[in-house]
């Protein structure tokens, strides 16, 4: 079964600089997708960023992008310039994209405090 | 576009009593919904999935009496609470994916939960 891990149950960065968000992953599979979701206080499930396994390159969306391991199992999300309305929980997933083997399994989340 | 509703979004029932929770995708087909459970400051963790027509496909340790999931429409699924206990008080979450839409990957979209008491 896949697994997915979050080692840093609470990370805090300061309004405008970066931190990094680790994730691994254990899978026998070698076509699969990786995602980042941010779930704010409002509980409403936001994706962040996706990267497909069979790709080299890591995904970027404005201010995030991931450093994508696929030997290292290793999925990490950095966030530059942090804003304040950034924190919240974050949650690594993985998916296979095979009909109902689509669904998600999530990490245990990293709950990210922005301060001033 | 792209909308996952819910409803309710709060509901406080008896110990005992039977709650249904809808979930809709309100712009697009949804050919597949998954429902999640969320406890206080832990992860999502899949119950069931169910795809429009048939019957759905449950997640081990998931009670199939208990927590009943119809899925008659490709806009629509519930989640049926029955004899609903305060054990399973919780925040429940669908997400739908898009049927419609092609590409290497349906994204699934989430709606905003709802959130369950048990008395």
């Known amino acids: 079964a896949q697994t997915v891990t979050q080692s840093q149950p609470e990370m805090s960065v300061q309004e405008a600089e970066t931190v990094t968000l680790s994730c691994t992953y254990d899978?026998?599979?070698?076509?699969?997708?990786l995602f980042w979701y941010k779930q704010p206080p409002s509980r409403q499930m936001i994706l962040v960023i996706r990267q497909e396994a069979y790709k080299q390159q890591n995904a970027t969306e404005n201010r995030f992008s991931v450093n994508f391991q696929k030997a290292a199992k290793s999925f990490s999300l950095k966030i530059s310039d942090s804003q304040l309305g950034d924190a919240a929980m974050y949650f690594c997933?993985?998916?296979?994209?095979?009909?109902?083997?689509?669904?998600?399994?999530f990490g245990t989340g990293t709950r990210l405090q922005v301060t001033l | 576009g792209a909308v996952v509703s819910q409803h309710p979004s709060r509901v406080i029932c008896k110990s005992g009593t039977s709650v249904k929770i809808e979930c809709r995708s309100l712009d697009f087909q949804a050919t597949t919904m998954f429902w999640y459970r969320q406890f206080p400051k832990q992860s999502l963790m899949l119950m069931a999935t169910s795809n429009e027509g048939s019957k759905a496909t449950y997640e081990q340790g998931v009670e199939k009496d208990k927590f009943l999931i119809n899925h008659a429409s490709l806009t629509l699924s519930t989640l049926t609470v029955t004899s609903a206990h305060p054990e399973d008080s919780s925040f429940y979450i669908c997400?739908?994916?898009?049927?419609?839409?092609?590409?290497?990957?349906?994204?699934?979209?989430f709606g905003p939960g709802t959130r369950l008491t048990v008395l």
């Open positions: 997933a993985y998916s296979l994209d095979t009909g109902t083997a689509s669904k998600l399994t």
């Open positions: 899978t026998s599979e070698s076509d699969y997708y």
């Open positions: 997400s739908a994916r898009d049927g419609g839409r092609g590409g290497p990957y349906n994204e699934q979209f």
